[in-house]
């Protein structure tokens, strides 16, 4: 019974388990981490917020406001005025009726789709969709229907299978590709089966569309062509939790009915007002996306000029497909070596053979510390360690 050790010598021999490393300081693109200096490219904190100090300070006015736990759930007295300041601005800024906040995404996930679709239902999946979307559709006890990655016809077919309520779920922009989803003929597919789009936008919202309202909006998509849109609160906006917004029956049923939103404490609300002061930042500050797709530029035009094959990807996410979950280790243990931070990203994250290097920019990163991560990428990639991982791809 319960042989763990056995389970994680499995695990160790097949280079999949994972360790912790220990930061110090603010979020940056140049930390102490295990007590070295490090250049890293891995945070989601694509606007260079979660470290601002008027964030900070906004969440300290609003410790000494409200106190630093918020006590309950929102449903008994956790749901404080901040709380729904911060609602009532979500809402305002992806331009729809309400919006609810939730402590995490994934939590968001997992109490929306279990709340809209039960058995007798069905949800319709797009294969590469992050981890909470798959076991929101498992935990929702509704038939499950997986499509090929950004595939349209595939989620037609797919569509066509499903039978009672249904929900269609795809991640705006993919997490470890850094693709976006082909949301305008996702809309079309989902209108023509009556079915409803969800949208998890955790990597869009403060970085596409205009003022950063999210990849729906990139493509001037709304509240009719995707009911459901979920966003984050802990990437480009720098604090933590998330919300779902849509229209009033929608939020109000989810407050009833989203188990994960009612047995739960509230977040606490000195968090919403430091989020309050980062939407406001990461709505004003056009700069920073100016400065985030400077770099984008810069990191693909300076790695073709290397002869070094990025995925297809506008986004800030950048990865370098590898294959080899060893081999990928074994690079990013040598850019590690060097004092810069790329994450490998392995297997049950990707699929077998699918490993990468996974670079996240940020606003925060200066171009010369882009440049720098082309040099050292382009020198491990051409040593022994490298070269077997380039001839993999
Ligand atoms: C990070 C992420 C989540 C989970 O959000 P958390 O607030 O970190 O729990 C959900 N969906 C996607 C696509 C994500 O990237």
Request: glycine share 10%; with cysteine.
């Amino acid at each position: 019974m319960f042989d763990l050790h056995q389970r994680l010598e499995a695990r160790r021999a097949a280079g999949l388990q994972r360790f912790r490393r220990q930061v110090e300081g603010p979020a940056g693109p140049l930390q102490r981490i295990d007590g070295r200096e490090i250049l890293s490219f891995c945070s989601n904190d694509y606007l260079g917020l979660a470290g601002h100090p008027a964030i900070a300070e906004a969440l300290r006015r609003g410790s000494l406001a409200y106190g630093t736990g918020s006590g309950s759930a929102h449903l008994i007295n956790g749901h404080s005025r901040a709380h729904h300041a911060l609602e009532e601005a979500l809402a305002e800024f992806v331009g729809r009726p309400r919006a609810l906040l939730f402590s995490t995404g994934y939590m968001a996930n997992l109490g929306t789709v279990a709340a809209l679709v039960g058995r007798g239902d069905s949800v319709v999946e797009d294969r590469l969709n992050h981890a909470s979307l798959i076991d929101a559709g498992t935990l929702s006890g509704a038939k499950r229907l997986r499509y090929a990655h950004a595939d349209v016809d595939s989620a037609r077919r797919q569509l066509s299978r499903a039978e009672g309520d249904t929900l269609l779920l795809t991640d705006g922009v993919f997490s470890m590709d850094g693709d976006v989803a082909p949301l305008p003929a996702l809309v079309e597919a989902a209108r023509e089966c009556g079915a409803w789009l969800m949208v998890d936008d955790a990597h869009g919202i403060g970085v596409h569309g205009s003022g950063g309202r999210g990849t729906l909006a990139r493509y001037g998509l709304g509240q009719q062509d995707a009911p459901v849109l979920m966003g984050t609160l802990g990437k480009a906006l720098g604090t933590a939790g998330a919300f779902v917004a849509g229209d009033e029956d929608l939020i109000e049923y989810l407050i009833g009915a989203a188990r994960t939103y009612l047995f739960t404490t509230a977040m606490p609300a000195a968090l919403a007002e430091a989020t309050l002061q980062a939407l406001t930042l990461a709505r004003e500050e056009e700069w920073r996306r100016e400065r985030l797709s400077e770099l984008i530029v810069r990191l693909r035009g300076g790695a073709a000029a290397l002869g070094l094959t990025l995925m297809p990807s506008d986004t800030p996410i950048q990865p370098i497909l590898i294959g080899d979950s060893a081999q990928a280790l074994a690079v990013a243990d040598a850019l590690w070596a060097q004092g810069i931070l790329v994450p490998a990203i392995r297997p049950p994250t990707v699929a077998e053979g699918q490993a990468r290097l996974r670079i996240t920019l940020s606003a925060a990163h200066e171009p010369e510390q882009v440049d720098r991560l082309l040099e050292t990428l382009a020198a491990v990639l051409a040593s022994p360690v490298g070269s077997v991982a380039a001839d993999a791809t």
